[in-house]
């Protein structure tokens, strides 16, 4: 399902499902210690970097209660990444089509609770489903986050509102709202990918190289940099850089997207167009090894950063301050105009700018150029 369908099915109708059962869900407060939980369940459905930023949580509960089996609650398109972080179960529930979504959702709610979580972490930001699904699944302790105009909250036991931090220290935080000090933030775990599913032909790929992603993904397209902007900037890369080769990386559906950004350079010795070509194991690999990756706001942004390769990072309609790479070594180039950030949760992310994405035009391309070279030549 397109993430503006998932938007309005459940703001409209799951809100409504979650204001009636709100009516009859218990809100007492459970404190049962972390020290006793036998079973702590974590969802995120969307987005592979934010599942990436929920490993930082994913550390603290599994210090604080090292007795409990951790499971990731996700989709069945996040499912494979779930199976690289530190956890021990995981359930799936594939909702890309209606159809497959009402198919498997019984079996998927009766999986969970017959598990019979005691906690349950939803790092969903405002939507209803996941917070349905969280009071579906038995858990006495439901924690996640509100907003007062919000129907979700009803079906919480625990709750934060969004304050203006980066998303992997709201999720940490939640552990905060049960008793559990969160002192420090871990740094993100290091993917755990099957390097024996990496085919030849991608281990072969000709030394160095840097990685270079024009996508932003489906959930908002509106954070891509402009395509003729990546094109130059591949220009004048490869006639700085002689020796240094260019992989483009994107899923099936952005490789018409990624050989538009090309256009001539396509057939070029040092560039490779690998979009819809590659496994995660095989793209978690190529960022493993690459020098370093020029990308927009996007999943595999934050995949790099968890794999410990360098990033230059383009913000537009999103700010890094809640989005931004993790760890040492990145360049994020952020403008902060007045009418930025203006993805939020609080609307699904769906903002129609009226500015004709200024944000993003303000970005030349000798700034970026200039990044990169920073980012290639540090010691």
Same mark, same amino acid.
């Given at each position: 399902?397109?993430?503006?369908?998932?938007?309005?099915?459940?703001?409209?109708?799951?809100?409504?499902?979650?204001?009636?059962?709100?009516?009859?869900?218990?809100?007492? *407060?459970?404190?049962?210690?972390?020290?006793?939980?036998?079973?702590?369940?974590?969802?995120?459905?969307?987005?592979?970097?934010?599942?990436?930023?929920?490993?930082?949580?994913?550390?603290?509960?599994?210090?604080?209660?090292?007795?409990?089996?951790?499971?990731?609650?996700?989709?069945?398109?996040?499912?494979?990444?779930?199976?690289?972080?530190?956890?021990?179960?995981?359930?799936?529930?594939?909702? /890309?089509?209606?159809?497959?979504?009402?198919?498997?959702?019984?079996? +998927?709610?009766?999986? !969970?609770?017959?598990? /019979?979580?005691?906690?349950? +972490?939803?790092?969903?930001?405002?939507?209803?489903?996941?917070?349905?699904?969280?009071?579906?699944?038995?858990?006495?302790?439901?924690?996640?986050?509100?907003?007062?105009?919000?129907?979700?909250?009803?079906?919480?036991?625990?709750?934060?509102?969004?304050?203006?931090?980066?998303?992997?220290?709201?999720?940490?935080?939640?552990?905060?709202?049960?008793?559990?000090?969160? *002192?420090?933030?871990?740094?993100?775990?290091?993917?755990?990918?099957?390097?024996?599913?990496?085919?030849?032909?991608?281990?072969?790929?000709?030394?160095? +190289?840097?990685?270079?992603?024009?996508?932003?993904?489906? !959930?908002?397209?509106?954070?891509?940099?402009?395509?003729?902007?990546?094109?130059?900037? !591949?220009?004048? !890369?490869?006639?700085?850089?002689?020796?240094?080769?260019?992989? +483009?990386?994107?899923?099936?559906?952005?490789?018409?997207?990624?050989?538009?950004?090309?256009?001539?350079?396509?057939?070029?010795?040092?560039?490779?167009?690998?979009?819809?070509?590659?496994?995660?194991?095989?793209?978690?690999?190529?960022?493993?090894?690459?020098?370093?990756?020029?990308?927009?706001?996007?999943?595999?942004?934050?995949?790099?950063?968890?794999?410990?390769?360098?990033?230059?990072?383009?913000?537009?309609?999103?700010?890094?301050?809640?989005?931004?790479?993790?760890?040492?070594?990145?360049?994020?180039?952020?403008?902060?105009?007045?009418?930025?950030?203006?993805?939020?949760?609080?609307?699904?992310?769906?903002?129609?700018?009226?500015?004709?994405?200024?944000?993003? *035009?303000?970005?030349?391309?000798?700034?970026?150029?200039?990044?990169? *070279?920073?980012?290639?030549?540090?010691?």
């Amino acid at each position: 399902m397109r993430p503006q369908v998932l938007y309005r099915v459940d703001q409209k109708i799951v809100g409504t499902i979650c204001w009636l059962v709100g009516f009859f869900a218990s809100q007492r *407060k459970q404190m049962l210690e972390p020290s006793r939980w036998r079973r702590i369940a974590v969802a995120k459905y969307m987005g592979m970097g934010s599942l990436v930023l929920a490993t930082p949580l994913l550390q603290i509960l599994r210090q604080n209660s090292p007795q409990a089996e951790i499971a990731i609650v996700t989709s069945s398109d996040l499912a494979q990444l779930a199976r690289m972080l530190p956890v021990d179960k995981i359930f799936a529930w594939d909702f /890309r089509s209606v159809l497959s979504a009402l198919k498997t959702f019984p079996h +998927f709610i009766s999986s !969970l609770r017959r598990w /019979r979580p005691d906690v349950f +972490f939803d790092l969903e930001f405002f939507v209803n489903t996941s917070a349905l699904i969280a009071w579906l699944s038995g858990a006495p302790i439901r924690v996640g986050f509100h907003h007062a105009q919000s129907p979700r909250g009803r079906l919480l036991t625990h709750y934060l509102p969004l304050t203006p931090r980066h998303t992997a220290e709201l999720f940490a935080n939640l552990a905060w709202t049960v008793g559990i000090s969160v *002192k420090s933030l871990p740094s993100l775990c290091r993917l755990n990918y099957d390097p024996q599913k990496v085919r030849d032909e991608i281990r072969s790929l000709p030394r160095p +190289f840097v990685v270079v992603n024009p996508n932003a993904g489906e !959930l908002a397209l509106q954070r891509r940099w402009m395509p003729e902007r990546f094109h130059d900037l !591949l220009c004048r !890369l490869l006639d700085s850089f002689p020796d240094m080769h260019f992989v +483009f990386i994107g899923s099936r559906s952005e490789r018409n997207h990624v050989a538009s950004v090309l256009a001539e350079l396509s057939g070029h010795f040092r560039v490779r167009n690998l979009a819809g070509q590659l496994n995660l194991d095989e793209l978690c690999f190529v960022l493993d090894n690459a020098l370093a990756l020029i990308t927009n706001d996007s999943g595999p942004m934050h995949l790099a950063a968890a794999l410990g390769t360098p990033c230059v990072a383009l913000f537009g309609p999103e700010t890094p301050d809640h989005y931004g790479p993790m760890g040492e070594g990145h360049w994020t180039i952020y403008k902060r105009l007045p009418c930025s950030p203006c993805l939020t949760p609080f609307d699904g992310k769906m903002f129609p700018c009226p500015f004709e994405v200024q944000c993003l *035009k303000a970005i030349s391309v000798d700034e970026v150029f200039e990044a990169a *070279k920073k980012v290639i030549n540090r010691p």
